[in-house]
């Protein structure tokens, strides 16, 4: 049903038109466009011109106004350019009366077919390939309408209700309804087996990366397990959760996950599509929202990060805000004036692996903070109590006697009653 529009040799060139109304933050609209441009980069496009249309409200028909897209079209067929992207989800009626203004040599890409279409290109595994299927067939399924116009006919007489373009249609509709049906019994089955693993490791403390697509998680991934993540300067270069068992330090042992980015305005069905990804995020105990200190609307970022974990129901979990790419900047007014905004973040360069210390010192302190002191009397026979305290625990003291070991640890309350359960069944 997609074409991914991709050129290997040379970028193609497109046109981006964006609607500005009254209540449009024009500071918005401009990270907005040119976040569009670095969209449509990632799938090999170059947006050689922007329009901006300023109405007073969606123009009923066409989203701007037939004359606008009309003159767009004529823009495209003088400098021989056959994309039209929009800096907007436009609904299916749109969409359809568009397409038809600009004809079948000219296609036409709102930003939620753009971030589909990346997200296609990416998926690399099974569950990312299904989860980008289902949200795309989704998105497909209303925008049927129109697509079948060669086939249709004015057909008189009783009784008569359409030409095979309609029947046709209504065969697609059936065939993509099956398909939805199919992918969400798939990806329910893969949820199912995601479960099972997280109960496996319920006790263990988890730590999950979340941010803006590109602001380095993979990099600080990498710098925190030794785990090597693809990483490329790219939007959405990584699509499916990476999950490691690492040690901090000697005593801090941790679950660590990098997760997909976040984008503003976000398709709602690729987040539902996602939510089986997006559980480690629920699962975790803390979060490092990563911030990419190089961009020009950091606050826009901070908004997304917080408006995503709030649709995820995870905008209460614990969390530490962390800067990176701090080698990219080199004007400390910047950094003061984010000191004082956001209290006790820090500072980071994944790419020269800066500060990268004190990251895990803040993590290790965060950690401490909620775990509990316990002791345990231990006989010498309870080796394999001991091995999964030394594994799962922070021992903090060992005392060895004639007739008993004593241990002093750190723990959550999971690990704990864990502990307990296997000395009380020995």
């Known amino acids: 049903i997609y074409q991914i529009y991709i050129c290997i040799k040379k970028m193609i060139k497109s046109l981006l038109l964006s609607l500005?109304?009254?209540?449009?933050?024009?500071?918005?609209?401009?990270?907005?466009?040119?976040e569009m441009k670095r969209l449509a980069n990632t799938l090999g496009f170059s947006i050689e011109n922007t329009t901006i249309q300023n109405k007073n409200k969606i123009d009923s028909a066409t989203f701007f106004g037939k004359g606008k897209i009309q003159n767009t079209v004529n823009q495209c067929?003088?400098?021989?350019?056959?994309?039209?992207?929009?800096?907007?989800?436009?609904?299916?009626?749109?969409?359809?009366?568009?397409?038809?203004?600009?004809?079948?040599?000219?296609?036409?890409?709102?930003?939620?077919?753009?971030?589909?279409?990346?997200?296609?290109k990416h998926a690399k595994t099974i569950e990312s390939k299904k989860q980008i299927q289902l949200a795309s067939v989704q998105y497909m399924m209303p925008r049927l309408i129109g697509q079948w116009?060669?086939?249709?006919?004015?057909?008189?007489?009783?009784?008569?209700?359409?030409?095979?373009?309609?029947?046709?249609?209504?065969?697609?509709?059936?065939?993509?309804?099956?398909?939805?049906?199919?992918?969400?019994?798939?990806?329910?089955?893969i949820e199912k087996q995601r479960t099972t693993q997280r109960k496996s490791r319920k006790n263990v403390y988890k730590v999950a990366l979340v941010g803006y697509t590109n602001a380095g998680k993979s990099s600080i991934f990498k710098n925190l397990s030794g785990y090597k993540t693809y990483i490329k300067d790219e939007l959405f270069a990584t699509l499916d959760?990476?999950?490691?068992?690492?040690?901090?330090?000697?005593?801090?042992?941790?679950?660590?996950?990098?997760?997909?980015g976040f984008l503003r305005n976000l398709p709602t069905d690729l987040i539902a599509s996602f939510r089986?990804?997006?559980?480690?995020?629920?699962?975790?105990?803390?979060?490092?929202?990563?911030?990419?200190?190089?961009?020009t609307d950091i606050k826009g970022h901070v908004s997304t990060i917080?408006?995503?974990?709030?649709?995820?129901?995870?905008?209460?979990?614990?969390?530490?805000?962390?800067?990176?790419?701090?080698?990219?900047?080199d004007n400390n007014k910047i950094f003061q004036k984010l000191k004082n905004e956001y209290?006790?973040?820090?500072?980071?360069?994944?790419?020269?692996?800066?500060?990268?210390?004190?990251?895990?010192?803040?993590?290790?302190?965060?950690?401490?903070?909620?775990?509990?002191?316990?002791?345990?009397?231990?006989?010498?026979?309870?080796?394999?109590?001991?091995?999964?305290?030394?594994?799962?625990?922070?021992?903090?003291?060992?005392?060895?006697?004639?007739?008993?070991?004593?241990?002093?640890?750190?723990?959550?309350?999971?690990?704990?009653?864990?502990?307990?359960?296997?000395?009380?069944?020995?």
């Open 20 to 34: 500005s109304l009254p209540t449009t933050n024009q500071d918005n609209l401009k990270e907005e466009i040119e």
């Open 343 to 426: 209290k006790n973040a820090i500072f980071i360069s994944s790419l020269d692996s800066l500060n990268i210390n004190v990251l895990i010192k803040e993590i290790v302190n965060t950690i401490n903070k909620d775990l509990k002191l316990y002791k345990i009397k231990l006989n010498h026979k309870n080796q394999s109590v001991i091995d999964y305290i030394y594994t799962n625990a922070q021992v903090l003291s060992r005392e060895n006697t004639y007739d008993c070991i004593n241990i002093s640890y750190r723990a959550g309350t999971g690990i704990h009653n864990k502990i307990k359960k296997m000395k009380d069944n020995l």
């Open 241 to 260: 959760t990476t999950t490691k068992n690492i040690s901090l330090d000697d005593k801090t042992k941790i679950l660590l996950s990098d997760t997909v």
């Open 77 to 120: 067929n003088e400098l021989n350019i056959n994309t039209i992207f929009i800096n907007n989800e436009i609904d299916p009626g749109h969409y359809k009366r568009i397409q038809k203004i600009a004809g079948k040599s000219i296609f036409i890409i709102d930003r939620t077919k753009l971030i589909l279409d990346i997200f296609t």
């Open 149 to 189: 116009t060669h086939l249709e006919r004015q057909m008189g007489g009783v009784g008569t209700r359409g030409g095979p373009g309609e029947k046709q249609i209504e065969i697609d509709r059936r065939l993509l309804r099956s398909d939805i049906t199919k992918l969400k019994k798939d990806l329910f089955q």
């Open 276 to 295: 089986s990804t997006l559980g480690e995020i629920r699962d975790a105990n803390l979060l490092i929202k990563i911030i990419d200190i190089s961009s």
């Open 306 to 329: 917080d408006d995503t974990l709030k649709i995820l129901e995870c905008n209460s979990k614990k969390s530490l805000i962390v800067f990176n790419k701090i080698d990219k900047i």
